[in-house]
């Protein structure tokens, strides 16, 4: 293996950016085992609509946090990329501040001049009106180009097979594999499904074979990110906005919040609508049916998502102006 081509990436989900983002998660769990046994848990998560900053992380004991965000390009000039990881970095450092590296892989080497700006200017440059590292920071900012994947997939060359190989296994070959090795005399004797711990691996077989596993890593997903308490607070601020008057200085924009969320206080209890129905169809398996529900569920997670955007820059337009100083006393408070 003397070159790599991340052109040639089997698609991950029909996505050759998710690919390159499991390729990466898959070099990092290779390569920071040990301290995974040792009580280090790596998380991922799904940061398409940049609300954490990174595609997983890694949380030691002591609550030191390291951060990886993939990006599936090359130059950073092009496209508005500086200022996407402008965003990516200073989001992860809101939401993880007990960051102490931060790792960018992308598939090119830096030029000189990116290298610079990413070493040196990254940190201390601006976005959303503030700098994208606070001055006493003490986080360490790493690249991970084309050599250093190089470098990792010579290690780990199952990896390389894995993300590069047209011949890939097929779902029923992991169904076969899994009912003649839960067969065996040896495990069926030391399994009992009772006591038995779930295990990040017990969780990626489920999601392979689906079944009524599956649907309890989707229910145990749905518990850690608190998805029906978020609904359910949702639900209360949208009625306390149609509900309550505010002081006058405030009305025009409590008229236009009004206006703008106008027929849309359900909208989190669909997505969750739509997220039980897809868990009925689990259990009948009808892949068609499945394939059909999730295009459907992954069409409202785009209109999800264009409404938090639209929503977000309103909150930050002039309109909101006099009622920034209000959230600023907040949060110091």
């Given at each position: ?9 089997q698609p991950y989900s029909g996505d050759n950016k998710k690919s390159f983002e499991e ?214 601020s949208f009625f306390k906005l149609f509900s309550e008057d505010v002081n006058k200085e ?84």
């Amino acid at each position: 293996m003397q070159n790599i081509n991340f052109d040639k990436l089997q698609p991950y989900s029909g996505d050759n950016k998710k690919s390159f983002e499991e390729l990466c998660y898959q070099i990092v769990y290779e390569e920071y085992k040990d301290d995974i046994v040792n009580g280090a848990i790596l998380t991922s998560v799904d940061d398409s609509g940049g609300g954490d900053g990174v595609e997983f992380y890694l949380t030691y004991k002591n609550g030191v946090v390291y951060g990886w965000q993939a990006k599936y390009f090359c130059r950073l000039n092009e496209g508005g990329r500086k200022e996407q990881i402008k965003k990516s970095l200073q989001t992860t450092y809101e939401k993880h501040p007990t960051l102490k590296k931060w790792f960018l892989c992308s598939k090119c080497n830096f030029t000189p001049d990116e290298k610079k700006w990413f070493d040196d200017d990254l940190a201390i440059s601006t976005k959303n009106g503030n700098t994208v590292l606070p001055a006493n920071h003490n986080v360490g900012l790493i690249h991970w180009g084309e050599s250093e994947l190089l470098t990792y997939l010579k290690v780990y060359s199952n990896i390389h097979n894995f993300f590069f190989s047209e011949k890939l296994l097929a779902q029923e070959w992991f169904e076969n594999r899994y009912k003649i090795d839960i067969a065996q005399t040896q495990i069926k004797a030391k399994y009992v499904s009772k006591i038995h711990i779930q295990t990040d691996i017990d969780n990626t077989i489920c999601k392979i074979i689906g079944g009524i596993r599956l649907i309890e890593v989707l229910e145990k997903t749905m518990n850690q990110h608190q998805v029906v308490m978020y609904a359910e607070e949702y639900k209360q601020s949208f009625f306390k906005l149609f509900s309550e008057d505010v002081n006058k200085e405030y009305k025009n924009i409590q008229t236009f919040f009004r206006k703008f969320l106008q027929d849309k206080e359900n909208i989190i209890e669909i997505a969750i609508s739509k997220l039980d129905e897809i868990k009925e169809i689990i259990l009948i398996k009808d892949e068609q049916k499945l394939k059909s529900k999730i295009k459907e569920v992954g069409e409202y997670i785009k209109f999800l998502k264009d409404f938090y955007k639209k929503y977000d820059d309103l909150s930050e337009s002039d309109l909101c102006e006099p009622q920034k100083h209000n959230r600023i006393e907040k949060e110091d408070s």
